[in-house]
């Protein structure tokens, strides 16, 4: 029986973009403030609260953010940091961008997070010469933050983690921006908090805040708020290192006060999709649904990533079926070491749960302004491409 086809693209996720983001919008484009301003103050302010940690300096992405966070540490050539491989190439670029090498583990198959195991060998192997460990918190699942701490602070080794996907992420019901020596956020478009574009990192450290605000905004020990605004006037200010240009704007940040008064909101209708999709694919034999909490980790469902677990489905086909379906889809993430820079330097790098995730995860719509039917939707194209062998692999006679 054929699938009637929906006429509107349902795209991997849309940003949820409402009146009350306008107002803030128009809020700051009417108060002359559309650079570093007042609202970026007032976004830190509320984020670093929102964490429960007494710093949180915003970015204009979490790729500045990470690299910040890993420059104001000091790391550079000679210098090894431990990274997953399951994560978008940001986590591993900003450490070759420093001239260090980046030491690439395998992913726990079942929750896509780094291998605690994998990282101790790396410092039994490296010792001293491992500056930075890396942990992501994939789809938003912290990682054994318990594990990683002890791993840490046994070894004097500075952790980072890349909470990108993880805004309204808790482990041991508290906000994962508090652990760490920093946690480097994501407010992308389509992110569970988005400016747009952008980033935070958070930290308790006040020597680690004010260097990336330094480094973050020209190297400079004031930005322009506090040089040009009529509470701060001092233009007369000299660069102390030679810094980037890294900063939010309060275009962005305005954005991001609004999405904060709706994180309640935000969060709930996530954690009820997924709930709804997981409800869907019970009984989907075919399909491995993803880990969405452990014993002390919930998160705020930033994707939604299914394993195809019947081998004879060939993953890239079922996305281009899907697409007939005017179904997006996406992949996170394709393993960093083996995409072409890092797989032509490092060669000799294998990591078997991530390659064989590599042809088997699939991340489907998810978002807050899709509705359960988008999700049945969704369910039904999987279940007749899979009942129609649409995407099976072809075999050859």
Same mark, same amino acid.
Request: with cysteine; hydrophobic share 35%; aromatic share 10%.
């Given at each position: ?52 940690? =007494? ?11 990470? %690299?910040? $966070?890993? #420059?104001? *540490?000091?790391? @550079? ?96 019901? =508290? ?11 994501? %407010?992308? $478009?389509? #992110?569970? *908090?988005?400016? @747009? ?201």
């Amino acid at each position: 029986m054929a699938m009637e086809i929906r006429k509107d693209f349902l795209s991997l996720a849309v940003p949820d973009i409402t009146s009350a983001e306008k107002k803030e919008v128009m809020e700051a484009l009417d108060s002359g403030w559309i650079s570093v301003g007042p609202k970026v103050r007032e976004f830190e302010k509320q984020f670093a609260e929102y964490h429960n940690v =007494k710093h949180a300096v915003s970015t204009s992405s979490c790729t500045t953010a990470l %690299f910040l $966070a890993a #420059k104001v *540490l000091g790391i @550079g050539k000679g210098d090894y940091v431990i990274i997953p491989t399951i994560t978008w190439q940001s986590t591993a670029n900003i450490v070759e961008q420093l001239d260090a090498t980046p030491l690439f583990c395998d992913v726990n198959r079942d929750t896509l997070n780094i291998k605690a195991e994998d990282v101790e060998n790396y410092i039994r192997q490296y010792g001293e010469k491992v500056k930075a460990i890396i942990p992501v918190h994939h789809s938003g699942l912290p990682a054994d933050i318990d594990k990683f701490t002890e791993i840490s602070q046994s070894h004097n080794i500075p952790l980072i983690y890349d909470a990108a996907h993880a805004v309204f992420s808790s482990y041991d019901n =508290k906000p994962v921006g508090q652990f760490g020596d920093m946690s480097c956020f994501s %407010f992308y $478009a389509t #992110k569970n *908090l988005t400016t @747009g574009d952008g980033g935070m990192i958070t930290t308790n450290n006040d020597e680690l805040a004010e260097l990336c605000r330094i480094w973050s905004y020209h190297g400079l020990p004031k930005d322009s708020w506090k040089r040009y605004s009529a509470e701060n006037a001092s233009p007369h200010v000299q660069c102390v290192v030679p810094g980037y240009k890294f900063n939010l704007t309060d275009m962005q940040a305005a954005l991001g006060l609004a999405q904060m008064k709706r994180k309640e909101e935000l969060l709930a209708k996530r954690n009820e999709l997924v709930e709804y999709y997981n409800d869907l694919f019970k009984d989907t034999d075919w399909i491995q649904r993803p880990v969405f909490k452990t014993e002390k980790g919930q998160y705020g469902n930033h994707v939604y990533v299914i394993k195809i677990i019947d081998e004879d489905v060939d993953r890239d086909i079922l996305m281009q079926e899907l697409r007939k379906f005017n179904i997006g889809t996406n992949l996170h993430f394709y393993p960093v070491h083996k995409n072409i820079y890092y797989e032509n330097k490092y060669p000799d790098v294998k990591l078997p749960e991530s390659e064989w995730l590599m042809n088997r995860i699939l991340s489907i719509p998810l978002c807050t302004k899709y509705s359960r039917e988008d999700l049945e939707y969704t369910s039904e194209c999987l279940e007749h491409i899979y009942r129609n062998r649409s995407a099976h692999s072809k075999i050859l006679v």
